[in-house]
């Protein structure tokens, strides 16, 4: 069945505000927000991609700052003593701290852990420069203050607390979701008892498990306890991650020395304080990352020749500050335990589809239906692909191509009653002439499916086949495994039914009487088609199905083949689509298709886009072939036009069923949402020489899809506030390898029938210039926008804002 459903200080005074800004971590009182936390956006909305708190937006003009990069992946005990190991861990991992930035730093050397804390107070310090000496043992001769590692069932709460890590899939039983170079936030909640500063970082371990950079975590917002960091795996595989958490002792000395110098308190103390700190530090920076600018800093806090500010500012030199963030000072460690996270290869997140029968491709039918139909054949099918590529899509989609039964064969439109010459329903899988295996005759053979899959290849389009695991009466699995099917009490074997539509051509599977037997089959049938080019199946109503079923065929396919990509037909209740999601379909149909006006798209994308995008990617279909939504039906050719902006913005993935491109938008009947002479049974041919179509749009739609790195994404959608209903506006944001930041700025008037003037609200107050996408226009903007957008020319814009070099 089918369709079912991402410092600068010269002044003293500036250079003590901004060493508490500037400190890696945070303290209790008179906390200070990061400059460096916050990913520039274009908002002024709320923002969807997380459960987390967004941090604040920039203005667009202003260029993405600088994330500090990762810190190295080896963990050492810190002792005052200069010598250090200097085995280096390394990994494919790349990431950047609090906003998402392509390429950040790697590491490059291992980190120690400080064995001892600064003086406390009232500590005696000599007068004068003192000759540097080891601040404490080596670390080997005594315990260090590394807070002791326990499973989760030995302590609930670590020394410094690492609670609600997120993402957080089933309680960690099951992995988080990634693409190859998906860049997503990690976040937990980081605090201590009294007033010292804490500060935490996320560590990737790759598939061999090999522990990556650490990247450094920033408060989220001020007061919130709240730690995020956006990461980025690298290479596809099962990942995991963890948050480590400690206590700061340079971050709290920093923010003790901001208020003390100034007023004159325990001067010497303070500064003899950081010197030993610093002392400390520099035995965990490698000679060649630098560690003379550490030492260098801790010499100024010791000399009597210059003003204790000036000592003072040397500590908060820039490049002291990037070094120290880089090999922090660590005490107290703690760390959360792994979560896993699953790394598929890009199309499992984006891609476009375009879905067509081959059976219509080539197709002759008599207008007056005196001559039997023929068939278009795979060969023909073939022909069709340059201009589907031509287009820009990814991924071509065809539904089942096996032979169909003839035992209750539907006719046109779903009747009952079949003639001699009507082709059927592909989704009534099964004949003498064989299975889920096989071809259907008319259709050609096995190597002309092989003709097709390798046309599309030097076309750059992937093959995705319809699984549907389901059977006509006349399907060899009726008599070789009569287990495998319902039963009525007269003896029958049930049909299917979705009330209230009725499938007497289609016999639904079994599997409470023998699973084991039907789990092998359907992965050899899988591996069959694999075989022959097919790494992407749309499986039918899987809901349908039991979930345990689902969950061993695809784990024993992803176990050989983890690149193939199964996307979940299942138009249904949520909490079975989430399952699904979870289990391993790598995306999802969704309830797009039923979202028409500001709210529902606002409130569905917000469900998506948040905690669910750790797991569920969904794919936006405009259409199907069981699926014509009235918008479409009642709205003209600006609607078909509006829902294909939407979906292809919306979602990074999406897709159309052929004519949609040709505005075709008839109904069954009034309040249907089949089509009239449903291409599900019966052939359809088409003009595709029409000049009205919208394959011109689709065509720029995709071009951007794959030049924006922003539109590929899921999870960093945000909405804008606009003062008219029918105009919703939107914007994405991601980097690119170049390491500009790419933001994509969507409005769009959903009223297909009338003009609508709308001001849309973004923070920053400008002026920029934005360019759209759709017209060449460019026009500038800033906090408010107005908008004029008339659905029979320019239903949309689509505006790009691009940043500088950070």
Request: with cysteine; hydrophobic share 35%; proline share 10%.
């Amino acid at each position: 069945m089918h369709g079912d459903t991402r410092d600068q200080s010269t002044p003293v005074a500036e250079t003590l505000d901004a060493a508490v800004a500037e400190s890696a971590g945070r303290m209790d009182s008179d906390t200070r927000t990061d400059p460096a936390m916050p990913s520039p956006r274009v908002s002024g909305a709320v923002p969807t991609g997380s459960s987390e708190s967004h941090p604040a937006a920039a203005q667009p003009p202003a260029a993405p700052p600088s994330a500090a990069a990762p810190q190295p992946g080896a963990e050492e005990d810190r002792a005052a003593a200069p010598r250090r190991r200097t085995t280096t861990r390394r990994t494919t991992a790349t990431a950047s701290a609090a906003t998402p930035k392509a390429g950040a730093g790697t590491g490059t050397a291992p980190r120690r852990t400080t064995a001892a804390k600064a003086p406390t107070a009232g500590a005696a310090s000599a007068p004068g420069t003192p000759a540097r000496k080891p601040a404490a043992k080596s670390a080997a001769k005594r315990p260090t203050k590394t807070a002791a590692r326990k499973t989760e069932s030995d302590t609930v709460i670590g020394r410094i607390p690492v609670l609600d890590v997120s993402p957080l899939v089933d309680s960690g039983r099951r992995p988080a979701k990634a693409v190859v170079g998906e860049t997503f936030l990690v976040t937990a909640t980081v605090f201590r008892e009294g007033h010292d500063a804490v500060n935490a970082n996320v560590v990737l371990r790759d598939p061999r498990g090999r522990s990556g950079p650490r990247t450094p975590m920033r408060e989220l917002a001020e007061g919130t306890d709240r730690w995020g960091a956006y990461v980025t795996p690298t290479a596809p595989g099962r990942w995991s991650y963890l948050v480590e958490a400690w206590s700061d002792p340079i971050a709290t000395w920093r923010k003790a020395a901001a208020i003390k110098l100034p007023a004159g308190i325990d001067t010497a103390l303070v500064l003899e304080e950081g010197a030993r700190l610093l002392d400390q530090a520099a035995a965990g920076v490698p000679k060649k990352e630098g560690r003379a600018h550490v030492l260098a800093a801790a010499d100024a806090l010791r000399d009597p020749g210059l003003p204790p500010l000036s000592r003072l500012a040397a500590a908060l030199a820039p490049e002291v500050l990037d070094l120290l963030t880089r090999y922090p000072l660590r005490e107290l460690l703690s760390a959360s335990r792994p979560l896993p996270l699953q790394v598929d290869r890009e199309r499992a997140l984006f891609g476009s589809w375009y879905e067509f029968f081959p059976r219509s491709e080539g197709a002759v039918v008599d207008p007056s239906g005196v001559e039997p139909p023929r068939s278009g054949t795979l060969r023909t099918a073939a022909e069709r692909l340059p201009a589907i590529a031509a287009m820009g899509f990814d991924v071509v989609y065809l539904p089942p191509v096996h032979p169909i039964g003839r035992a209750f064969r539907k006719g046109p439109d779903n009747t009952l009653t079949a003639g001699p010459h009507d082709v059927g329903s592909p989704w009534a899988i099964g004949s003498p002439e064989g299975g889920h295996d096989a071809v259907h005759p008319d259709l050609g053979t096995i190597e002309d499916f092989d003709h097709f899959v390798t046309e599309a290849r030097a076309l750059n389009l992937e093959v995705a086949l319809d699984f549907a695991l389901q059977c006509s009466p006349d399907h060899p699995w009726v008599n070789k495994h009569p287990e495998w099917f319902h039963h009525r009490a007269d003896g029958t074997i049930a049909y299917a039914e979705n009330p209230p539509k009725k499938y007497q051509d289609i016999y639904p599977v079994n599997f409470d009487q023998d699973m084991d037997g039907i789990v092998k089959e359907t992965v050899r049938l899988l591996r069959f088609w694999m075989s022959h080019g097919v790494r992407i199946f749309r499986v039918d109503n899987p809901h349908t199905k039991p979930v345990v079923f689902w969950e061993t065929v695809l784990a024993d396919i992803a176990r050989t083949d983890p690149d193939v990509v199964f996307l979940a037909e299942a138009f249904t209740r949520p909490a079975m689509m989430h399952t699904l999601a979870k289990i391993g379909f790598h995306q999802s149909y969704t309830y797009f298709t039923w979202r028409t006006t500001k709210p529902e798209l606002t409130e569905y994308l917000t469900e998506l886009t948040g905690d669910a995008a750790a797991y569920m990617r969904p794919n936006f279909f405009a259409n199907t072939p069981d699926i014509l939504h009235e918008y479409l039906q009642h709205g003209g050719r600006a609607a078909f036009a509006i829902r294909a902006v939407l979906a292809a913005t919306l979602s990074p993935s999406y897709g159309i069923y052929a004519g949609y491109e040709l505005y075709e938008n008839e109904p069954a009947h009034p309040g249907s949402e089949e089509y009239l002479h449903s291409e599900k049974y019966e052939l359809r041919p088409r003009d595709w020489n029409r000049t009205d179509t919208l394959a011109p749009l689709l065509t720029v739609l995709n071009r951007l899809r794959r030049r924006h790195p922003a539109l590929q994404q899921l999870r960093d959608l945000r909405f804008h506030p606009t003062d008219n209903d029918r105009v919703i506006a939107y914007s994405k944001t991601a980097t690119t390898p170049e390491g500009l930041t790419d933001q994509v700025i969507t409005v769009v008037n959903l009223d297909p029938h009338h003009v609508q003037e709308a001001t849309v609200t973004l923070d920053g107050d400008g002026p920029y210039a934005v360019h759209d996408e759709l017209t060449g226009a460019v026009y500038t903007w800033g906090r408010h926008n107005y908008v004029r957008l008339d659905p029979s020319a320019e239903p949309a814009h689509l505006l790009t804002v691009r940043r500088n070099p950070a």
